[in-house]
């Protein structure tokens, strides 16, 4: 006979069941209808679906913490972007400068991040060897180049200015005035695009956190980058020139919030513990926390630049809570079976209520 690793999780055999090789039990031999009448037939109880051995349904993304890192940067980068075409417009040069060069610096280290779970990056390249406008990660692949093309050329400018037009550019410096415009454009309309293509990336898996809020997420996504770019900006910028990053900070900490609170009750109910309780759970909790308090000093003592700068640490702090949350509560969801399968015999049994019989999913009737 052989032994499995799984034999410990197989019930009892009863007794007087005919064994291979052994004695039949003693008393009248049993049929049952679905016997063809010439052997015996196990008689099983009946038994209620869970998943194999209580082994995982769905298999948990082999991500680890620089794809949140990614995340988080990419929101920060999308967001600055935006901010520094805001700037350009109403003339404030520093927070011009500052939000480019933030842009650039996020989206750099964000690649990198990326490029570092990936594990070799000619498989970043690989991914824009085609566009499929119906894969997530393939269009969110190129948004992410060409994103980096505008914002680079934006900081580039930048960089110019600030060392005098020192730059070794030669006729390429005749360039610079379309550069300045047009990068800088190039990346503001690039960047909500950045900032919320990962939750859609996210919310198109199977993971059961991510797809059962997928409707909600990009929203939660946008608004905390536009939380924590302008979180960066009350930090590195002064106060006479961060009226729009104010604005924008405060709109995202509002956003953040209210999105959130409509995606966990959007949720399914099972799925939803994901994010209440633990280590997520206090993560984001925390990060309501902060949104709160550092929306609440960019309105109130937003033109002091003691209090702005700790209303940008506390935005950008909520910001990355919120990404590594939701993150967490993804993989943690993939472990257990229970919020994939109760989740999916209450959506059939909703159908079944509606008289829906005649879908794909085999039920007994």
Same mark, same amino acid.
């Given at each position: 006979?052989?032994?499995? &690793?799984? @034999? ?37 109880? #009946? ?5 194999? $051995? ?15 890192? $990614? ?45 570092? &779970? ?41 960089? &110019?200015?600030?060392? =005098? ?50 409707? #909600? ?50 949720? @399914? ?31 109130? =003592? ?33 472990? @257990?079976?229970? $919020? ?18 005649? @879908? ?6």
């Amino acid at each position: 006979m052989t032994t499995s &690793d799984f @034999d410990a999780f197989r019930p009892p055999e009863p007794e007087g069941r005919r064994r291979r090789g052994g004695a039949r039990g003693t008393g009248q031999r049993r049929r049952t209808s679905g016997g063809d009448g010439g052997r015996e037939m196990p008689m099983v109880p #009946e038994v209620e679906f869970e998943s194999y $051995y209580g082994r995982p349904v769905v298999k948990a993304p082999p991500w680890g913490e620089e794809i949140p890192a $990614y995340l988080f940067l990419g929101g920060v980068a999308g967001g600055s972007a935006l901010l520094a075409a805001g700037a350009q417009f109403t003339r404030r040069p520093r927070l011009r400068r500052n939000s480019r060069l933030s842009a650039l610096g996020a989206i750099g280290v964000g690649s990198l991040a990326l490029v570092a &779970d990936l594990g070799r990056p000619e498989r970043f390249l690989n991914m824009l060897r085609t566009f499929k406008v119906t894969s997530p990660m393939s269009v969110g692949s190129w948004i992410l180049a060409t994103f980096s093309v505008g914002a680079g050329a934006a900081a580039a400018v930048e960089v &110019d200015r600030m060392t =005098g037009s020192r730059l070794p550019l030669g006729p390429l410096r005749s360039l610079l005035p379309t550069v300045d415009v047009g990068g800088g454009i190039w990346a503001a309309v690039l960047g909500a695009p950045l900032a919320a293509y990962t939750a859609v990336l996210l919310g198109d898996t199977a993971t059961p956190t991510w797809n059962a809020a997928h409707n #909600e997420l990009p929203f939660v996504f946008v608004s905390s980058a536009a939380m924590a770019s302008g979180g960066l900006a009350l930090l590195t910028t002064p106060t006479d020139e961060t009226a729009p990053a104010r604005v924008l900070a405060v709109l995202g900490a509002a956003g953040d919030v209210a999105a959130s609170k409509v995606m966990h009750r959007n949720m @399914d109910p099972v799925v939803a513990e994901t994010l209440h309780h633990g280590k997520v759970g206090k993560m984001l909790r925390a990060s309501e926390i902060l949104a709160v308090v550092g929306g609440l000093g960019a309105v109130m =003592g937003g033109r002091h630049r003691g209090v702005a700068a700790v209303s940008g640490l506390c935005l950008l702090g909520s910001s990355a809570l919120t990404r590594f949350g939701i993150f967490e509560a993804g993989i943690e969801s993939a472990k @257990d079976p229970r $919020y994939t399968i109760e989740p999916q015999k209450r959506r059939l049994a909703a159908r079944r209520a509606a008289g829906i019989t005649d @879908d794909s999913i085999t039920t007994v009737r």
